[in-house]
């Protein structure tokens, strides 16, 4: 028993790693926020939490003797998922403690804080919220711990196309065809290199992970749907201070091949094809733009968070080509937690990811057995300057610089709307038609020479600049090799693009899915521009 507790605490777990490192104690302060600091803009993802319901099924031995310990319901957020948005916050209130005022939240929408609507999330919005707002700064007279609440908008059911489009939006149906195309190409391949370890797994769990041999609620399953559920039980384990091997019948080495696997699985099914990055970024890249692009709508916003899964600052990283690298943490995956920030000034925007603080497995372990709070191993995380293509990290990068990069990527795949073939009557909640994307003079060569974003012959082609455009800026457009569509767009894609399309919205208050009734509240009164919709 004490061997398999050793190996247990010794274990470093795959791909979204949970990696078993002292904490980090305060982020790096070297670096302060430049003067003429305007407004930050946040990208979190939810915390550690719960194996979702279905490990019941697919790992019932997991369920048995590991599930209880986390002390919250399936797919809940988590004693250590809690500590880590709420030191989140604690780092926003830190980093930003000379830029955002002083003492309890006030109502005058300076803060904004917008969370995709699955309750964790809303949870993890909340506990962040706590970590920039402790009990003890709120009304006096109401309780004598003084909390301060804070509100919290959230998503529309099924109208989301800025948050989680492909899940609870209009892309849905595209996302359900290319998860079911990826599974007939390339799960029973993946099985049969992989059969010894899912027969492992299987043994351990007291379930079969078998292609057609998977039933919940009376369907039938494809495995990748098991193999995550188990995947993610094994990493929340970790996280958490529990015991991944569960109890020792497997072998830390089995459970790190078995990650490695299914993470590689679940990428190719969720993030395969270019065009799945664009529709699970949706309309965000828009909205954040639009945020930060002087001059700014509503200047007394300051601190805007938004807050979801993984997925959707997976796909912003990826459209806007910025690097997912952290600290002991295997590349191109995200710790739970952690954020994309963006610091906005007059001359451009600096980027940051932040990651909670990795406690060793044997601490948390400690704390959860003898029920300390989990957030004294917590402090401020880790900060790293990152940057978006063509920008280097820690300086500034001219707005205009990452709508290249989005309409660049956005050329190759469609817009979500064309790529989900959105309706009109798919778009009941909208302020007229669903969104295409941003201005396009922002996207101009001279705008964009004048920003210092560097325009080349093949950039330069991926937005549809004329040839007439290219020689004021000295160059000679070449063909554009790269003119298949994974979604089959068709070929007057680049010139559809370089028009009017691409125009609508961001300056006078981008079109999209609105989160709400169209009768909504007065403009006089949103604060919040991706709510009411201007």
Known sequence: RAAMQGAVALLICCSLAWCTTTSHGHSQDSEEPLPGLKRVIVLARHGNRAPNPQIEVVCPTYAREVYPKFGVSHAALSRVGMAENWENGQFLRHRYRYFLPEGPYLYDGTYAFFSEREERNIVSTAALARGMFPMGTGLEGFAEERPNLVP?????????????????????????????????????????????????????????????????????????????????????????????????????????EFCMVVEGMVSGMNYGKPHQITYWAGDFIPTMLRLARQPLPEPVNKLHVFLNHRELLYAVSHMLGIPIEFPGVAKDSLPSGSSLLMEVYDEGVRLFFWSPSQPQWKQKAHYLKHQRPMLHLFKHGTLQPVAAAGCVPGKLCPVEALAFAFVAFVRKTGTYVQICNVSLEETYFARGEASLGILEHWVKPQVLAARGVNVTPHSAAAIGLTSDDAAALGFTLEEDAESTHDVGASDSLPALLACASLSLSLATGFVGFRLGKRAGRADAEAFVPYVQLS
């Open 152 to 256: 919290i908008a959230t998503t529309q059911d099924g109208a989301d196309v800025i948050m989680n489009c492909p899940r609870d939006g209009p892309c849905e149906g595209a996302l359900k065809r290319d998860k079911k195309l990826w599974v007939q190409e390339n799960e029973g391949r993946i099985y049969a290199q992989h059969k010894e370890l899912f027969a492992k797994v299987s043994a351990a769990c007291g379930a079969s992970l078998e292609p057609g041999k998977i039933l919940y609620k009376g369907k039938s399953k494809n495995l990748a749907w098991a193999a995550k559920a188990v995947m993610d039980a094994f990493l929340f384990a970790e996280n958490e201070g529990l015991d991944p091997t569960i109890g020792g019948r497997l072998s830390p080495a089995t459970v790190k």
